[in-house]
């Protein structure tokens, strides 16, 4: 287990398609979180997981968006008919908690997305 | 407005000249601070964060809770230090809010 895994790497989809990416977290890491990065900006945070209980999501996911975690461990992330606007990197990251200052958040190297 | 600003975009110096990287948050609470690096065809990875008062690579960084800072500085920059990096307050114990990102230059 060397880190963060994200699959595809890339994804060029046409608008109206359905996507679907793949976290696969560090192994004993309980937490997992979905971030998305456009041009010219940092990460924003999307959703968040603990264990397979989703906890918290961001206005940002719409009702097209959905994410699961059904074991606990991987996570997928579906994009239903996508639009140009969805075009972004996404980052998924996961967690435990830190013997001091808390949970450190470990990234994966991302999925682009482009819709064309 | 909760919000995290890096006012600077892109930061060139020479190598062996100081740098320093501004951020700014506006939170209630007392988020806890975090920098992000990240390197050329790498991932995001955690550089430091304000409660371990660490020194990473030569960096520190310095929390004011008067004017909300929380600058990352380094007395000699490295060419190796050229990378974006973020500023990330983290409201509660999971949710890191980026800044927009200040890329280093370092040249030789």
């Known amino acids: 287990d060397t880190g963060v895994s994200q699959n595809p790497r890339h994804k060029i989809t046409k608008r109206g398609q359905n996507v679907t990416f793949r976290c696969d977290p560090i192994s004993e890491h309980n937490r997992l979180y979905w971030y998305r990065q456009t041009l010219g900006q940092g990460p924003e945070f999307l959703t968040y997981?603990?264990?397979?209980?989703?906890?918290?999501k961001s206005r940002l996911l719409s009702d097209r968006f959905s994410a699961e975690r059904p074991k606990g461990s991987f996570s997928t992330l579906e994009i239903q008919r996508t639009e140009q606007g969805d075009s972004a990197m996404y980052l998924c990251?996961?967690?435990?908690?830190?013997?001091?200052?808390?949970?450190?958040?470990?990234f994966g190297p991302g999925t682009r997305l482009t819709v064309t | 407005a909760q919000r995290v600003t890096q006012p600077e975009k892109l930061l060139s110096v020479f190598k062996g000249a100081p740098v320093e990287l501004k951020c700014n948050y506006s939170?209630?609470?007392?988020?806890?601070l975090f920098w992000y690096v990240q390197y050329s065809r790498q991932r995001l990875q955690l550089l430091l964060r304000?409660?371990s008062r660490e020194s990473i690579k030569g960096f520190t960084a310095d929390l004011n809770k008067g004017e909300t800072s929380f600058h990352l500085k380094k007395p000699f920059a490295q060419e190796e230090d050229s990378a974006m990096y973020y500023c990330?307050?983290?409201?509660?114990?999971?949710?890191?809010?980026f800044g927009a990102g200040t890329t280093v230059t370092v040249r030789a």
């Open positions: 997981f603990q264990n397979e209980a989703q906890l918290e």
């Open positions: 304000h409660i």
């Open positions: 990330a307050p983290r409201l509660g114990d999971y949710k890191l809010s």
């Open positions: 990251a996961s967690s435990q908690r830190a013997l001091v200052g808390g949970y450190e958040q470990y």
């Open positions: 939170y209630s609470g007392s988020p806890e």
